[in-house]
């Protein structure tokens, strides 16, 4: 059996002109939780619809569970919520859970389906009732109905309020640690540094950052130093050790620098009155905004 959920060997799609992904390299062990980033036309969705055989590489190989995606979805090995997939209006919730049931030689009971994406009680609601939020969960609902190996997530929180975010990822968790994968795209980055076991980032079609959120942040290096002015100016802070970039907002200034203690050293010896010293790691969004500006197609 082979080991790997998923697994892109360079693999390129082109269209045009235009690298939507390009020469990509990801593995995703069997059981693993992880979270997809990157920014518009970073390739995505693209590298997702591979995933999906929804479209074949023009180069490289992707496989699912060591077959072709084609093959592992004919198998019912593959769930997918995609943010564009629609719903036949006057249908059900329960209708949609039993269509989808259909799908699969080895559907979850529609019982379960339900409870876990939060849609007991409006499992007779149509489906062209349901609020932004609740319509996210019958998507997830669907993906879910065949009990996949490897349920593929495209923004699956969006609309959904901070609640029912909370309750859509204890769902998660408990469903990935019964040894599926999970493979989601976000935009929300505090999801994936609390619900992935791994954060891979994509820019101009390329694995740019592959690791757990602590290790991304790591990648993009450095600490943030802030302080209070205390109505002193910002002259000659940019000069100071390690100091790689100065944002002022009111009497609040914040150093992004490759050297804490330099910096923090220097900035006590030059006679500056300041205030409220406070020191940071590099934040997942911070380290996101670095990676993605810094890594520019050759």
């Known amino acids: 059996m082979n080991d790997s959920a998923v697994r892109l060997h360079k693999a390129a799609k082109h269209f045009g002109a235009v690298r939507a992904v390009d020469g990509a390299d990801l593995a995703i062990a069997q059981g693993e939780t992880v979270a997809l980033l990157g920014p518009n036309g970073a390739?995505?969705?693209?590298?997702?619809?591979?995933?999906?055989?929804?479209?074949?590489?023009?180069?490289?190989?992707?496989?699912?569970?060591?077959?072709?995606?084609a093959r592992a979805v004919h198998a019912g090995w593959v769930g997918a919520m995609?943010?564009?997939?629609?719903?036949?209006?006057?249908?059900?919730?329960?209708?949609?859970?039993?269509?989808?049931?259909a799908q699969y030689p080895h559907p979850l009971p529609t019982r379960q389906i339900l409870a876990t994406a939060g849609l007991t009680d409006l499992s007779r609601r149509r489906l062209d009732k349901l609020s932004g939020g609740e319509a996210q969960r019958a998507r997830f609902a669907f993906a879910l109905a065949g009990d996949p190996r490897l349920l593929v997530l495209d923004e699956p929180t969006a609309a959904m309020d901070v609640a029912t975010r909370q309750a859509f990822w204890a769902a998660m968790r408990r469903y990935s640690a019964s040894g599926h994968t999970v493979l989601f795209a976000t935009h929300y980055l505090e999801e994936a540094d609390q619900y992935a076991d791994?954060?891979?980032?994509?820019?101009?079609?390329?694995?740019?950052?592959?690791?757990?959120g602590t290790e991304i942040k790591s990648v993009a290096g450095g600490r943030t130093v802030r302080f209070d002015l205390g109505g002193g100016d910002t002259a000659g802070l940019d000069a100071l050790p390690g100091v790689r970039a100065v944002e002022v907002h009111g009497e609040r200034a914040t150093l992004r620098t490759s050297d804490a203690d330099a910096t923090v050293r220097s900035l006590v010896h030059s006679g500056r009155i300041f205030t409220g010293l406070?020191?940071?790691?590099?934040?997942?969004?911070e380290a996101f905004l670095t990676l993605t500006a810094e890594k520019v197609p050759a």
Request: glycine letters at 16%; hydrophobic letters at 45%.
């Open 198 to 212: 791994r954060v891979v980032v994509l820019a101009h079609g390329r694995v740019i950052a592959d690791g757990t």
């Open 278 to 285: 406070e020191v940071t790691g590099v934040g997942l969004e």
């Open 82 to 101: 995609l943010q564009d997939g629609g719903f036949v209006p006057s249908a059900t919730v329960r209708d949609l859970v039993e269509l989808a049931r």
């Open 43 to 69: 390739g995505k969705s693209t590298a997702i619809g591979m995933m999906l055989g929804l479209a074949r590489p023009d180069s490289g190989s992707v496989e699912l569970f060591g077959t072709s995606p």
